[in-house]
């Protein structure tokens, strides 16, 4: 257990490097109120083999965090809808169904609820039991909150309220398939606005419960004065850190972890007085709440047509988020092949935020499960005709965050050519040198490219300059990225394959 005495918190990151300090029994005058807090959690049965996650271990974890406390609240930190094998045939409905039975409370909006269209999120909002939250998420068509959602909540709990705000990142629609009409305004501005609102509604302790970056997270803190704790996600990595006296945290995805935060909160005047915190690992040594079975019993025909083999993996195959996001990749070298050759291009070019599995992947079987976790959102691999000066400055838009950001998902993993940048340079400035098919780039030259429909006709992961690009093979004629994979692996020798690191991006600094 973990202590923070509001007002004295000093800046740290990443996990466990604060010694253990025993918590001090509390006074009379404070009321102990218990946030158990998860994010991006794509997927309700466990993750790892079986040896992490599963929310019927959450549910445990709730269940007994209840009884030793009552006053306890679960919240979560976005993307939770998409993507997911198990949206595309579901839309969302099984996290929901998830959700409710284990008595989630709150949950901001991430960007990914936004990859389903928008009636598909209007109806799972409503069949939720729980609250959601998008405090600056605006439907330009009615001038109000998205799906007329609260812009903040009031939770009276042991006597005391609590503030609860819901902020989603700014990139949305650079990053999901948000329709027109919606827009995301801006977080500081939203939050300077009803801060001083949710004080008059009688809320003195705040909470930020946001899907942004932790960079946002922080300007969050100190653009916003009067947030008490920020439980935030998007990164999918265990994160503590703080701004301006605010803890800030994150979870692990896909319910590796769960944070209990328990609040120290002053009786009379309703503040936050100090805060104990721990990790909880969500394991197989948990035992799966009986509650949660009929959850499981619905899905389970879906759930045991995803174990099917389609081939094998004689080397590891590397899907981490961080990795597919920063550098290239065994695996991000195989998707991009099996695009390239699906297509007959010149070119093939892979956003790294496509490959969601966010997993390691040892020598062995590959599942149909497998093939849809690392692309599971169903695009068009199309095929479009840019010229040599127009690549140069995709491939420089590719590694323009890559050392700003946390693992941003517009990073390429690339087939049919190799590339040098330098992150230590200016962005728009890091390509150094590019080569297609063993030659250098002529900027007056034309490549064919292919690529994910999401970049080309949407402008996905911010790749505006595909707009004038020549289309070969548009979306409707198009196949399918996952389908793309799974015959690249079943076409491989006895349906195994071997892909490996071979100098495509080279990074410098």
């Avoid at 005058?29 to 994010?39: G, M, P, S, Y």
């Avoid at 068509?141 to 609590?162: D, S, W, Y």
């Avoid at 939203?190 to 300007?219: C, S, V, W, Y």
Wanted: net charge negative.
């Amino acid at each position: 257990m973990k202590r923070f005495d509001h007002g004295t918190f000093l800046s740290f990151l990443l996990v466990f490097f604060f010694s253990f300090v025993p918590a001090n029994a509390q006074a009379d005058e404070n009321v102990r109120v218990t946030i158990l807090h998860l994010n991006d959690t794509y997927q309700f049965t466990p993750v790892d083999g079986g040896k992490r996650g599963g929310l019927a271990r959450v549910m445990t974890i709730r269940q007994n965090t209840i009884k030793e406390n009552p006053y306890t609240l679960m919240t979560l930190g976005g993307d939770t809808l998409s993507p997911s094998v198990e949206t595309r045939t579901y839309r969302g409905k099984q996290m929901i169904d998830a959700w409710n039975m284990v008595g989630l409370d709150y949950s901001v909006l991430g960007n990914h609820e936004f990859d389903i269209r928008t009636g598909e999120l209007l109806d799972r909002i409503k069949e939720s039991e729980f609250t959601w939250l998008g405090s600056n998420v605006f439907d330009t068509k009615t001038g109000k909150i998205f799906a007329e959602l609260p812009p903040f909540v009031i939770r009276e709990i042991g006597g005391v309220k609590i503030g609860i705000i819901g902020l989603l990142l700014p990139e949305t629609k650079e990053t999901s398939s948000m329709e027109d009409h919606l827009e995301v305004v801006d977080f500081c501005k939203t939050a300077r606005e009803l801060i001083p609102k949710m004080r008059t509604a009688g809320a003195n302790t705040i909470i930020g419960l946001t899907h942004m970056f932790m960079a946002q997270d922080k300007r969050l803190a100190h653009c916003a004065p009067g947030i008490d704790l920020i439980l935030g996600g998007h990164e999918h990595t265990l994160l503590q850190s703080s701004a301006n006296g605010v803890p800030i945290f994150k979870m692990w995805a896909d319910a590796r972890e769960v944070g209990k935060f328990d609040l120290f909160i002053d009786r009379r005047t309703g503040k936050l007085v100090s805060m104990d915190w721990e990790i909880i690992p969500v394991t197989d040594e948990i035992p799966d709440h009986p509650d949660f079975a009929p959850v499981v019993a619905k899905y389970k025909y879906l759930l045991d047509q995803l174990e099917v083999r389609i081939g094998a993996t004689s080397v590891p195959l590397d899907a981490l988020s961080h990795s597919v996001r920063t550098k290239e990749t065994d695996i991000g070298n195989f998707i991009a092949d099996a695009y390239r050759k699906a297509v007959d291009a010149d070119i093939g070019f892979v956003n790294g935020g496509s490959i969601r599995a966010d997993l390691s992947y040892n020598p062995g079987p590959l599942t149909k499960r497998d093939v849809l976790s690392m692309l599971p959102f169903n695009n068009p691999i199309v095929k479009v005709e840019v010229t040599g000066k127009t690549l140069m400055e995709i491939l420089e838009h590719g590694v323009a965050r890559s050392a700003e950001d946390n693992e941003p998902g517009r990073f390429p993993q690339i087939s049919g050519m190799k590339f040098t940048f330098d992150a230590g340079k200016l962005p728009g400035q890091r390509i150094i040198e590019v080569t297609v098919g063993g030659k250098p780039i002529d900027p007056a030259a034309t490549y064919t490219i292919a690529t994910s429909d999401f970049l080309v006709s949407r402008g996905g992961d911010g790749y505006t300059m595909f707009k004038n690009a020549k289309i070969l093979l548009g979306a409707e004629d198009a196949p399918k990225d996952s389908e793309v994979f799974e015959q690249a692996i079943k076409d491989s020798r006895d349906s195994t394959i071997s892909p490996r690191i071979e100098g495509r991006i080279i990074r410098l600094n």
